[in-house]
């Protein structure tokens, strides 16, 4: 009994082979996994690559540091799980070149130092810095600070407690520099051996240890994860939290994938639901007989449901074997990312794709099944016409939504998906609407004289579904279209453009409280636009709400580096730029304080909080006044807690600003510092021009995606002029019959599409100027001037694309003479 | 144009169509003339060839071999749309399964071939043609919401609304009930006396046929009377 219901079924979906209908949905099907898997997995190689970055900006995937040497434990533990390890011990200390002196950080390193990114060394003076490996025993690279301090060139000898180095070079990249530039002193780097060797570190030394680590990402987070619950006094920083400007960049390119692969996804589902009806409904007939035969729906479901699975689970598999070659091509023409190719993406983007492909297809074919299967055998007896039903209707949006949850989920990104979600629901209802008042408009009074603009106006309404349902799918393909081929290239140029322009890429620390006023005239005269001074302390969060602050009551890993670690204050009667207000007043009254957002976050604090914070023997409560959205990305100089001036007078500081300059004013900024030897300038140049290659790379890549995009929406306009093919051919035939020249038929067909994509079209531009709209002011923060041409352009498309697609998919329709279609009957 | 000029005269026709076991003959040497005003009965049986024949002199497909002149130019030498002119506003259609178009209300299934044609008022004269069928009260009503007597009788003022010279019928009654399908026929040869429009039937009821002037038989493709 069992095998012969199975080798009828087997049998059934033998036969449905030989059905056209069948194929174009499993071609959508491949086309919806393909599209998901190759935008997931190129997202992923761009994560990974990023990842890969920041651990060079702190030497390793991961940092174990603490003030005390780091217990042998957690060192063999690293070893087992297989990671490898190099160990830095970091201690100031003065250095002697005769009679001048400077103090340095001192970084003592091992051979293999830096476990990720690299050491740029410059060999002797005005040479170029090369990669270069740590130095070797009794040897010290200095950055250019500390040489110009002691006025000594490369290669002659310094004094190091009671032992003398070798200068063998100028430090000029150092992985984990770049990072936490606001707490560098002059550097020094010297091999770690010489530190026990030459005594360099005496018992009383103010020492800070790190242990770098690297390895696979997952034996990474294994470890993180098993030893993080035994740290005492000892901290683990991830290279992926590291750094916050490329975290925030990596967070856009994910959140920037993500809604591609939406964008991509949707269209292929709509295909999917539209091949599916198609499908079925050429089957009605066969279904409305097997039932008049007297098998039952649960039956025909099942048989119908074995057909479609058996095929899909192959068109899936193919789909992700698609989807890895299409990841390949948008990564070749993105080149390579940082000079080092791309990694290789992993499994993850597979799962996804089969995760997502199964749930487009059941959620896209289930309504038409179920509705085939119920088919009722009276279909036989009379001509009837099947039309979506309220089911239908429903069960689409409802399948919408749950794909782009599921994505939403599956890419990690809230707020761009939510607005690209309400976007194109807005916009498909408000097109749906329209259209509905515009076809019952149209059937009462027919505009016009001629037999050709009625009769294609009459088209439109007579075929009210199939009109919603083009309109609609050319509607969100063009916007999807329109908005990763034209506004987010546009939005992404012009942020980077205005990253570039005027993000500052030098900060100047310690500045002497009286040196502002005339390095900031300096400054003006070099041409360099005027800076912004900021006060500058560094203190300790001792409580919040009177209640000590400690890590069991902020259990939260990121409120960690602020709880254990000094913490940078800053005060000030204006409110910075690159700031804005979320919640609170600035300056109301008393000692008040000013928190940025991902404090509140990650305290939970709110306005009328307390915060106390010790700074030397002081300590000082304040009162949270106001939340801040800072724009970390601004590169700018920001500040976690920023007090009100007369909180905190009297307390002692130096100063910060961050400038832009040119290579020239480069130049002539350095000879000007020299009277400031106090001064430290800090070069961010190499950061930014990393997370420009980022953007850059994710501009490139859009390319590609576009014609991702372009490719799935002309899948949905063949779909869904298809659904309609069996019908037009019957009755053009029937036209013809009448007397209808295949002219007047072309020229009626071709007003018809036109005038549907050309609406559809023009809606989909409306979508695309909104969302880039919204897009530039809650993601980018630019601002951007409504492209309103996409209006028109969006109308011309999308009258083009379904003309061609007509062309594609309905040139045939009138080949046939007319006796052989009314023998054949309707469908 | 005289009385008595013939609307239709096909010579010598025949079409071969070819199967998957070898060519079939659908029609063999077939000739038919039919002058206006007079009603001409196609009968056979099933299969033997009646509906090729129909389309064939309509002009709806080609013949293999052979001569068809409508209204007296040869179809031979017109393309499809050439034949779609010819037919315009002069050829009225029934056919066996109705053949309205669906997504049509009555009334807009029977101004269809109106406006095509380019008449005044299409909109009044469908009107018209359907309360003359007694079917003033389902002008928007559409074909599924018809019974199959109805659809019919919509095909009918369809076909007769444009005031055709030649009206073509495939078993019009073929799919109705006897008493409906004895209303259609009388319809029919209403349509034929008081227009003069030539009638074309393919029936297969004997009483029917006896009441058009001419019939042909055939059998398997050839005339046997
Ligand atoms: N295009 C075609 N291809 C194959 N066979 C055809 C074709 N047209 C007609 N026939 C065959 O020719 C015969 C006559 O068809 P038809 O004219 O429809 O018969 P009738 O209308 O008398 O029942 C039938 O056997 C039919 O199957
Ligand atoms: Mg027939």
Known sequence: ?827 | MSATETVVVAEHISKRVATAVGELRVLDEIDVQLAAGQSLAIIGESGSGKTTLLSLLAGLEQPTSGQIRLFGSPLSGLDEDGRAALRLGRVGFVFQAFHLLPSFTALENVAAPLELAGLDNPLERARVALERVGLGQRLTHLPRQLSGGEQQRVALARAFAIGPRLLFADEPTGNLDQRTGERVAELLFEINRSYGTSLVLVTHDPRLAARCQHQIHLEAGRRVA
């Not at chain 1, 619950?229 to 916050?244: I, M, N």
């Not at chain 1, 203190?539 to 709880?563: K, S, Y």
């Open chain 1, 1 to 827: 009994m069992m095998s012969a219901i199975l080798s009828t079924l087997l049998r059934h979906a033998r036969r449905e082979w030989r059905a056209a209908e069948l194929k174009p949905v499993l071609a959508a099907l491949l086309v919806a996994v393909a599209a998901a898997t190759g935008v997931l997995a190129f997202s992923e190689r761009i994560e990974r690559a990023l990842a890969l970055r920041s651990g060079e900006l702190i030497g390793g995937d991961a940092v174990l540091s603490s003030r005390q040497p780091l217990p042998r434990p957690l060192l063999d533990e690293a070893l087992a799980a297989g990671l490898r390890t190099s160990s830095v011990t970091a201690f100031p200390t003065v250095l002697f070149a005769g009679e001048t002196s400077v103090l340095v950080e001192i970084k003592a390193v091992a051979a293999d130092y830096p476990l990720r990114g690299r050491l740029l060394v410059a060999p002797a003076d005005g040479a170029p810095a090369a990669q270069a490996a740590a130095p070797a025993e009794g040897e010290v690279y200095l950055d250019g600070r500390a040489l110009a301090a002691l006025a000594v060139p490369v290669g002659s000898e310094i004094e190091i407690g009671n032992a003398m180095l070798r200068i063998a070079g100028l430090l000029v990249e150092d992985p984990e520099g770049a990072g936490s530039f606001l707490t560098l002193a002059p550097r020094a780097l010297v091999r770690e051996t010489d530190v026990a060797r030459l005594g360099l570190l005496g018992p009383a030394s103010r020492a800070f240890h790190r242990l770098l680590l690297a390895g696979p990402g997952a034996a990474v987070e294994r470890y993180a994860e098993s030893v993080r619950p035994r740290l005492q006094g000892q901290r683990l920083t991830l290279a992926r939290d590291a750094e916050q400007q490329l975290a925030r960049v990596a967070q856009q390119a994910r959140a920037f994938f993500g809604l591609a692969a939406l964008a991509v996804l949707w269209l292929a589902a709509l295909a999917i639901a539209l091949t599916a009806r198609r499908y079925t409904d050429g089957r009605r007939e066969v279904v409305a007989q097997l039932r008049c035969f007297g098998l039952s729906r649960r039956r025909i479901l099942l048989q119908l449901g074995a057909t479609l699975g058996l095929y899909g689970l192959p068109a899936i598999i193919l789909g992700i074997v698609a989807g890895y070659g299409l990841q390949a091509l948008i990564a070749l023409g993105v080149g390579a990312l940082f000079q080092e190719a791309l990694p290789w993406p992993g499994a993850t983007p597979a799962l996804l794709g089969v995760l997502v492909g199964m749930l487009a297809y059941l959620s896209f074919t289930l309504p038409a099944l179920s509705r085939l299967a119920a088919t009722s055998p009276s279909t036989l007896l009379r001509q009837t016409e099947d039309r979506l039903g309220p089911r239908e209707w429903l069960a689409y949006p409802l399948a919408l939504g749950v794909l782009t949850i599921a994505v939403w989920l599956l890419t990690g990104e809230g707020e761009l998906g939510l607005i690209a979600l309400a976007g194109m629901s807005l916009l498909a209802a408000t097109l749906a609407g329209l259209l509905w008042l515009l076809l019952r408009l149209v059937r009462r009074h027919l505009p016009g004289r001629s037999f050709v603009v009625r009769q294609a106006f009459r088209q439109f309404a007579a075929r009210p579904a199939t009109t919603l349902l083009s309109a609609v799918s050319l509607a969100l393909a063009l916007a999807a279209v329109l908005l990763l081929g034209v506004v987010a290239g546009d939005l992404v140029r012009q942020w980077r453009s205005g990253l570039s322009a005027d993000t500052p890429n030098r900060f100047l620390l310690n500045i002497q409280p009286e040196q502002v006023d005339l390095l900031r005239a300096q400054l003006r005269a070099l041409g360099i636009a005027t800076p912004r001074f900021y006060p500058f302390a560094v203190g300790r969060l001792i409580a919040v709400n009177g209640t000590p602050a400690t890590e069991e009551r902020f259990p939260d890993p990121r409120a960690q580096r602020f709880l254990d670690g000094d913490l940078n204050l800053s005060w000030s009667r204006e409110l910075p730029e690159a700031n804005r207000l979320v919640a609170g007043q600035w300056w109301d009254e008393g000692p008040e304080v000013s928190i940025a957002e991902t404090w509140a976050q990650i305290f939970g604090l709110a306005v009328g909080d307390h915060l106390t914070v010790r700074v030397g023997e002081r300590e000082i409560e304040a009162r949270i006044a106001s939340v801040r959205k800072v724009d970390w990305d601004s590169f700018r100089v920001n500040f976690f807690l920023l007090f009100e001036p007369e909180t905190v007078a009297g307390l002692e500081s130096t100063w910060v600003t961050s400038v832009r300059t040119d290579a020239g004013q480069a130049r002539r900024l350095g000879p000007l510092l020299r009277a400031y030897p106090n001064v430290t300038p800090i070069d961010v140049d190499a950061l930014l021009a990393r997370i420009l290659g980022v953007v850059d790379a994710v501009v490139r890549s859009l390319n590609t995606i576009f014609w991702c995009a372009l490719i799935a929406a002309v899948c949905v306009l063949l779909a869904a002029l298809a659904v309609g093919v069996g019908a037009r051919r019957f009755e053009s035939a029937l036209w013809r019959s009448l007397g209808a020249s295949r002219r007047t038929l072309r020229r009626t067909l071709w007003l018809e599409l036109g005038a549907v994509g050309g609406l559809g079209g023009g809606f989909g531009g409306l979508a695309a100027l909104a969302t880039g709209v919204a897009l530039a002011g809650r993601v980018f923060h630019i601002e951007y001037s409504t492209p309103w041409w996409l209006l028109p352009v969006g109308a011309a498309l999308g009258a083009t694309l379904s003309l061609l697609a007509g062309w594609v998919a309905l040139h045939g329709v009138d080949a046939t003479p007319p006796a052989n279609t009314l023998r054949a009957g309707a469908g």
